[in-house]
């Protein structure tokens, strides 16, 4: 067992740290953010995934996870840092290099880095690279293969928000190294928690492995996507539809929503078409389906909006996707935006997972935050963006006959 540090404890650091500490490692986690500290060290969480308060808390209590501002010495540190895109779409590296230079003066002979964020094909590379700058000292692997000082090595996150503590335990791990012994390094680390297999490669393919992944899935969200364009063309149901198609034995199309939100499908695709520009064509196409699919439910709004002076819509959801509290490049957040920059229109947005709007909706006068009772007796369109399960039964406790309804999910079909 090892000492661990963890930098970033968001949506995968956190429940990486807690696990690992549970497993019987020594856990340091770290965060730029005071809040985030604070709250953990109170023992409480600041994100919504089932179960994770309780592993979290159990391992603050018992002392295997301490969390601070500052990086301390370690004989592993695992970077959860975000990466981004710019306004280009071309990734934007700065945390992982401001991760870098944190840990760079705690590296000592014999430690090992991982980098778990989500990166271009290359950045694994670029870390080792950073760092052997800051520490000229020490052997870095980009250079001295075989023969470095300190491992470094990409293992992906391949959790499914909501399913996190699960997955992380069960998933298998692609594992790569810069030199086959980071590889094996990192892999005699995950197998302490991992129950899956731990698939090792080079740390290029595991970067493309990742964005391979997330990237199938954008395209054939954005086929789901198009054809609940066509259909409702063709007044076909698409969610019948899609149930039909996928009795064949080949075919698994997957759902239609509001667009596609999240800290990853939306933007790890960007990775591979910046990457190759020219060539990344179907993917970089999926992209603006999925992108533009909030234009066509805001039409559709519009054109249910009645003559009132000042017509309401209801906004049930917030979320990137049901049952989270993760409002990040939500299509139901930008949804609401845009609909509250019609003229006369108000929305009422329910989101049972959050308590105050973000200052992107809450600095527009005419969006409130409020249950889903308030907002359906006040609406004139009830939108559903996102299917939470407190929203399934709507159609059932409320009377919706006098309302003109928008259902992106298809939550209410079986009792329309
Ligand atoms: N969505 C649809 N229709 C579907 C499935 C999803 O519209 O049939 C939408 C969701 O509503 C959401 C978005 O797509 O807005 C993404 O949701 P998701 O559940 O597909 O994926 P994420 O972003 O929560 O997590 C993904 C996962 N990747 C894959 O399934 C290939 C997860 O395993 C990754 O760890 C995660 O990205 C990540 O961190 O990269």
New binding site residues.
Partial sequence: MSNVSVLGLGY?GLPTAAILAVRGHQVHGVDVSEHVVQTLSDGAIHIVEPGLDIVVSGAIKSGALTVSLDVAPADVFILAVPTPFLEDHKPDLSFVRSAAESIAPHIAKGNLVILES?SPVGATKQLSQWLGDLRPDLKFPHEFAEHCDVNVAHCP??????KVLE?LVENDRVVGGISESCTQAAISLYKTFVDGKCLATTAATAEMA?LT??A??DVN?AF??ELSILAEEQSVDVWELIELANHHPRVNV????P????????V?PWFLVSGSPENARLIRQARHVNDQKPDYVIAKVEAALSSAPRPVVACLGLS???NIDDLRE??AVDICMRLAKLSGVSVKAVEPHIEQLPATLSDHGNIELCDVAQAVAEADVVLLLVDHNQFADVPTSFDLSAKHIIDTRGLWRQRR
């Fill in positions: 995968i989500t996150e391949r959790v499914l928000p909501g997955e990742k992944e997330n199938f899935r969200i789901a996507n997957l759902q239609p929503g667009g596609v939100g999240g800290h990853c499908i939306a790890d990137f996707k049901a939500s299509p």
